[in-house]
C-alpha cells in the first residue's frame, strides 16, 4: 500500500490557462474521488469514478471542470480557462468497493490562480 | 446549507486528559458517520467510523458517540497525546440509502494538545 499519490503538489497559474492535475489512487481501490477544499472548509465533493466510469458529478463541477480515468487506474481532473475562484486545494481519494470501506486520500494539490 | 456542522473552529486541552470534539447533522438520510484527521500539507486520514445501527463504536484511544435523536456525534480521545494535534473533520454519508459514495465534511475543529 504505497497510499494514493498525486501530482503536482503545487501548481500556480495565471487566469485563463487550463491546468491538469493527476492522481494515482491505491492500486487495488477501484473508486476514486475528487474533492475540493478551501481555507477554512471541510472538502467538498466534485465527483467519482467506479473503474473507468464516472457515476456522479457535483453541480460545483461547472462545465470548465472534465475529470478521467480512462483505464480505470489513475485519473486526471483538468480546469479550463481558470478563475481565481479556483483556487483550493483538490484532493484526491480512493477506497475498496465494499461499500462501508474508508476513503483514503493523497496530499492533494495546491492550485493558486493569479 | 451547511448540513454537518462542527461549531468549534479551535479546541485546547492538557495532555494526558480528555478531548472531545462534537458535530451535529441536519438531514435525517445521513447514516454513516466518520471522523478525520487532517495535519498541515497533507490530507485527511480516516480515523474511525460508525453507522447508524449503533451508538458507540471504539478503536483503542478514540471512541465515537452517535445521538440519531439529538442528530449529534462526538469524538472522544483519551488519553490526549500531543501528536493529536490535528484538525478534525466529522463527515456523513447516505450509505445504506445508496449515497455513500459522497461524503459531507464538517469545517473542522483544530485540537490542541498541550503540554
Known sequence: DTGVSQDPRHKITKRGQNVTFRCDPISEHNRLYWYRQTLGQGPEFLTYFQNEAQLEKSRLLSDRFSAERPKGSFSTLEIQRTEQGDSAMYLCASRLGQEDSPLHFGNGTRLTVT | DQQVKQNSPSLSVQEGRISILNCDYTNSMFDYFLWYKKYPAEGPTFLISISSIK?????????????????????????????????????????????????????????????
Do not use: M, W
Open chain 2, 55 to 115: 451508538d458507540k463504536n471504539e478503536d483503542g484511544r478514540f471512541t465515537v458517540f452517535l445521538n440519531k435523536s439529538a442528530k449529534h456525534l462526538s469524538l472522544h480521545i483519551v488519553p490526549s497525546q500531543p501528536g493529536d494535534s490535528a484538525v478534525y473533520f466529522c463527515a456523513a454519508s447516505a450509505l445504506f440509502t445508496g449515497g455513500g459514495n459522497k461524503l459531507t465534511f464538517g469545517t473542522g475543529t483544530q485540537l490542541k494538545v498541550e503540554l
